[in-house]
């Protein structure tokens, strides 16, 4: 045990959040970030790089099931996936209950976070790795995007926040790559943080989905972890259909997998579309600033 310690989430300035540490599981400093995982008694395992808070095992699925099933559900069809980041694996976890994926990628900059995910995160991880459908690069995830030849439906970009060795994957000269290797009608969904306190980083990735997109928008998700209200996914294709799939569509797609959720159903996809007041503005405003 360790009676009084604890971790202070630094993502946000004249902000503290802090979690009280039950155990310390595993802590390093891996060749590009300062990694630990410890227990709290409310969240379970609580998974932190660089001071930020990635994911915990009371509420990763809401993540994970909203990351992975709105952008698939929405495409109808998708054969071929790229998660770009997403080192504990839940989401791919989530992507390949979908029976039509044939390959889905994962690329991930650090192999220590897929080693000790494998571990520790296996109650929500387990059999990913074994997939034959599951393919792990351990590489630049700007390189791989700018230079494959493969081509995917949907490509979900699960990284840390726009600092340190995720910032990159905020870039417009990323995003443009994406777009590169998204097949016609294809979807990308990235982690575009918390809005309330974040504003900046939604409208900044609406403006340059703006410039390369046919359609650049964003859904919601509530995930207690992600403090300061609702957290944003960013959207962007160049069908502007797919973000407005009818309900029956949907409910048949759902009902055809035959899978489990605890977050997602087919009226919450369509609901997270519709976004409060200051969370719109956010995105017109990037939108505007996009088409200048």
């Known amino acids: 045990?360790?009676?009084?310690?604890?971790?202070?989430?630094?993502?946000?300035?004249?902000?503290?959040?802090?979690?009280?540490?039950?155990?310390?599981?595993?802590?390093?400093?891996?060749?590009?970030?300062?990694?630990?995982?410890?227990?709290?008694?409310?969240?379970?395992?609580?998974?932190?790089?660089?001071?930020?808070?990635?994911?915990?095992?009371?509420?990763?699925?809401?993540?994970?099931?909203?990351?992975?099933?709105?952008?698939?559900?929405?495409?109808?069809?998708?054969?071929?996936?790229?998660?770009?980041?997403?080192?504990d694996c839940g989401l791919a976890e989530e992507a390949l209950k979908h029976k039509k994926l044939d390959h889905l990628v994962q690329v991930e900059i650090d192999r220590s976070v897929v080693d000790f995910s494998r571990q520790h995160f296996n109650d929500f991880n387990a059999g990913v790795l074994d997939d034959p459908r599951f393919e792990l690069v351990i590489g630049d995830g700007m390189k791989f995007v700018s230079e494959t030849d493969l081509t995917f439906d949907v490509v979900i970009v699960d990284s840390t926040d726009p600092q340190g060795p995720g910032a990159i994957l905020f870039s417009e000269a990323f995003y443009r790559a994406?777009?590169?290797?998204?097949?016609?009608?294809?979807?990308?969904?990235?982690?575009?943080?918390?809005?309330?306190?974040?504003?900046?980083?939604?409208?900044?990735?609406?403006?340059r989905f703006t410039r390369i997109f046919q359609d650049g928008a964003a859904y919601i998700a509530a995930i207690p972890t992600y403090f300061g209200g609702h957290m944003t996914l960013g959207w962007a294709s160049d069908d502007a259909t797919l973000r407005k799939v009818p309900l029956a569509t949907l409910e048949k797609r759902f009902t055809a997998e035959n899978f489990q959720t605890r977050y997602y159903t087919p009226e919450v996809h369509q609901a997270a579309f519709a976004l409060p007041r200051f969370i719109l503005d956010a995105v017109e405003e990037g939108r505007e600033k996009g088409r200048s």
Request: aromatic share 8%; net charge negative; charged share 15%.
């Open 178 to 207: 994406v777009h590169r290797c998204l097949k016609p009608g294809g979807i990308l969904v990235t982690q575009n943080g918390v809005p309330f306190l974040q504003r900046g980083e939604l409208v900044t990735s609406l403006e």
């Open 1 to 87: 045990m360790n009676d009084g310690l604890t971790f202070n989430e630094t993502l946000y300035p004249g902000l503290k959040v802090s979690y009280s540490c039950e155990d310390i599981l595993f802590q390093q400093r891996t060749e590009h970030q300062d990694l630990v995982l410890f227990t709290n008694p409310v969240f379970g395992k609580v998974l932190m790089l660089d001071g930020i808070t990635q994911v915990t095992t009371a509420d990763e699925f809401i993540y994970h099931e909203m990351m992975s099933h709105v952008p698939l559900f929405a495409h109808g069809a998708a054969r071929k996936v790229l998660i770009v980041g997403g080192g």
